[in-house]
């Protein structure tokens, strides 16, 4: 294995070399989801929060009896999300059983998500999905956390530990992840049969059509498509739970079971401006199916990389921002600990406009770093220079912890990101190296991969990872404990506004 890293690492400084030369670059990588804050165009959809704790046996006749379908009924948190028309909400509205109706939201993933894919050419020769974990010299974050010393100091206790990913479903069949998989199930609304027999593969030849059912509900099918896959859920588990010894990455903690949920949906409308939308997101019901479920099992740690901003002054968001709120109380009570990534908005999110679901209590927040630069050591890329917030990321008083999420290095001329507008035309074609090095299934072929991506979206799932060894040590920690022990553990990189408690150390965590 050390051979093998070292000889990728060669090929690294070959294909910088290669790389300064003007080769063509992409956008810069923005892989958080962001949030559609309206209703699907023409549609309906609602969150139904009922003044009980526990969804009341006469729910489902309550919200037939207002003209309403239920879509998803949480009965753990007393929540319905259902479909109806206007005269059903307020029916419902009127309903004494019924604390607050509003609409359900969606997380979106960005249509023109940046990926640089690892290929021969940009790994000098090392890439290869059969080959034990020989890109593993690009991985300055896990370096920087001292993953690997910590997951071999935790050792054999990881595996009565599982982490949840929250996310597009997650390859199963990827030599990183073979293995790797406690579970795999969709609670997303147009479920469909991965290659390996589960709900939870990230396949998305299905689709809910809006167009033809505005208020569609279960009961109005899926369309069919040409298959298209999503790799943002299979690079989220590498970075948890990568295997060792298999697959070109490893993870944080490697010895550790992932859960995969597939909680997004594909869908399609035409908007108000006669443009169609063809997009993956996910629902705040199959969100909280997911949690519920996951809670139920004993899922110790849940990793979200997703999000959305809502507006809790706002009548029709109040009622999601509640019912995530009985969503998250239960998953404490089962002591399922949740991470979520801040966002990639690169704002500060204080105030009426909150992060969902990163700023409901009790839920860690993750704040995203890069590194000023890289150089190579032992031949291994790792940092060289101070940690630095990423130049998308959000901030505020609500980051709990931050994580390495990829940056682009730093311009030393001026001190800003190479991503940043005003350098982003002269940026070194080998700004990639930066980002996040992760597991993929190609979205064109369907084929196990790899590439680098960036975003908090990245860095929740570090912090899962480090929350999953530390768990292993301590079973006994509650959510608050575990939660606790991880911020008191965190390195100070800088400022609390930026970085929170600090930078996830899976080394001094482990300690
Ligand atoms: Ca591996």
């Known amino acids: 294995m050390k051979k093998n890293v070292l000889a990728s690492v060669f090929a690294v400084s070959l294909s910088l070399t290669l790389a300064a030369c003007g080769q063509q670059t992409t956008a810069p990588a923005s892989t958080d989801a962001t949030l559609g804050a309206q209703a699907v165009h023409g549609s309906q959809r609602l969150v139904v929060v009922f003044r009980n704790g526990k969804l009341p046996a006469d729910a489902s006749a309550r919200i037939t009896k207002a003209g309403g379908k239920v879509t998803k009924a949480i009965g753990n948190a007393g929540v319905a999300t259902i479909t109806g028309t206007a005269a059903t909400r307020a029916a419902l509205e009127k309903d004494t059983a019924v604390l607050a109706v509003g609409i359900e939201h969606r997380y979106e993933l960005p249509k023109n998500t940046d990926r640089v894919l690892a290929t021969a050419a940009n790994t000098g020769g090392a890439f290869s999905v059969t080959a034990a974990d020989t890109l593993y010299g690009y991985q300055w974050d896990m370096r920087r956390i001292g993953a690997q010393v910590a997951a071999e100091r935790v050792g054999a206790a990881q595996t009565k530990v599982t982490v949840g990913v929250l996310d597009t479903g997650v390859m199963s069949d990827h030599p990183d992840m073979v293995g790797q998989l406690a579970f795999s199930k969709g609670t997303n609304y147009c479920q469909e049969t991965g290659r390996d027999g589960t709900t939870g593969y990230p396949v998305y030849s299905r689709y809910i059509d809006f167009d033809a059912h ?27 739970a990568g295997k060792a010894g298999g697959g070109g990455i490893i993870g944080v903690a490697p010895g550790v079971k992932i ?19 063809d997009a993956v997101g996910g629902f705040d019901g199959p969100i909280f199916d997911a949690i ?23 009548r029709d968001d109040n009622a999601s921002w509640l019912a995530w709120q009985r969503v998250m109380n239960y998953a404490d ?20 406009i909150a992060h969902i679901p990163s700023d409901v209590p009790g839920i860690m927040s993750v704040s995203a770093t ?40 730093t311009n030393p ?7 940043d507008a005003v350098n ?26 790899y590439a680098w991506f960036a975003g908090t979206s990245m860095a929740s799932p570090h912090v899962a990872g480090v929350a999953a060894l530390v768990k292993a040590q301590h079973p006994e920690f509650s959510t608050n404990q575990l939660k606790a022990y991880l911020k008191r553990s965190a390195e100070n990189v800088g400022q609390k506004q930026t970085f929170g408690s600090g930078l996830a150390n899976a080394d001094l965590a482990t300690r």
């Not at 099918?221 to 943002?232: K, L």
């Not at 859960?259 to 939308?277: E, H, L, M, Q």
């Not at 990639?344 to 009426?352: H, I, L, V």
């Not at 001329?413 to 991503?419: I, M, P, Q, T, V």
């Open 333 to 352: 009570k089962k002591g399922t600990l949740i991470i979520a990534s801040a966002g990639n908005a690169a704002e500060n999110s204080n105030g009426n």
């Open 292 to 314: 519920i479920d996951a809670a139920n099992r004993g899922v110790n740690v849940i990793n979200m990389s997703l999000g959305g901003t809502l507006d809790r002054s706002n």
């Open 413 to 419: 001329a001026n001190g800003l990101s190479w991503c």
């Open 370 to 409: 890069g590194v000023t630069a890289l150089k190579t050591v032992g031949g291994q890329l790792v940092a060289n220079g101070p940690d630095v917030l990423a130049f998308y990321s959000n901030y505020g008083a609500s980051t709990d912890i931050a994580a390495p999420g990829g940056d682009c290095g």
């Open 424 to 449: 982003r035309p002269n940026r070194p074609a080998t700004y990639f190296y930066h980002l996040i090095l992760s597991s993929v299934i190609d979205y064109t072929t369907g084929a196990p991969a």
């Open 214 to 240: 505005p208020n569609w509900s279960e009961a109005d099918g899926c369309a069919t498509t040409t298959v298209t896959y999503e790799d943002h859920g299979t690079h989220v588990a590498g970075t948890v």
């Open 259 to 277: 859960a995969a949920y597939k909680v997004f949906d594909r869908y399609r409308y035409t908007d108000t401006d006669g443009s169609i939308v």
